[in-house]
């Protein structure tokens, strides 16, 4: 698997996945993979509901990925107006938090989103698995009912990612998997990463049936912390 070592991948999985008790649940118990935004601002992501998310903020229940100490509600970060497919538009206003001990602020992108991104994590992965499987631009496009230049981008930044993308997702679902299955390959990396992202979350689903309801896409999301489409890879 390249340079990465599978050494990395796994403490990477438990950073991911696993609460106190290592049995997540649901989503909502996955904190997700911290990655700087600004200076002393970490992106985090976390669960959809914001309820859940203020409960847990209130409970000490989600820690500081730089320190361990737990993080508390502090304001909020600017609205985001997110497109989608049933719903047109959907409106975000992460949470922020800052740590009881470090002092670190974050921002807390729920897994529907990606950072720096107006359409939904589901709406991009489509388009993705659109184009592992032969799609054309314009088609992928037209069929979303977004602009080519829009869909141009996200595939190219997936492509420039898509090696550092197979491996990681291979190496969760050889770790997660109770038998897994490593997607063959096809001859081209980005079907293949694509196609990692999906096994990853069917391994997932299979040993932990909670997360079977959970889109593919809001779960890489979760792993590479909002920024599967950022410009530079920090996860």
Known sequence: MGEISCDRERRHLADVLFTRTALPVSLGELSGRAVVASWRTLLLTVEVGPSRVERRLAAGGIRCPTCGGALSPWGWARSRMLRGFVVAVLRVRPRRAVCRHCQVTHVLLPVTALSRRADLAEVIGAALAAKAIG??????????????????????????????????FTV????????????????????DAVAAVLGCREAMASRWPGLGMVPPWQIASAITGGRLLAPAVTW
Do not use: K, M, Y
């Open 135 to 168: 799609g054309g631009l314009r088609a992928i496009a037209a069929g979303l009912g977004r602009h080519a230049d829009t869909v141009r981008g996200w595939l190219r930044r997936f492509t420039a990612h898509a090696d550092r993308v197979r491996v990681l």
């Open 172 to 191: 969760l679902l050889v770790d997660t998997g109770p038998d897994p299955q490593v997607p063959a390959e096809s001859g081209s990396l980005f079907a």
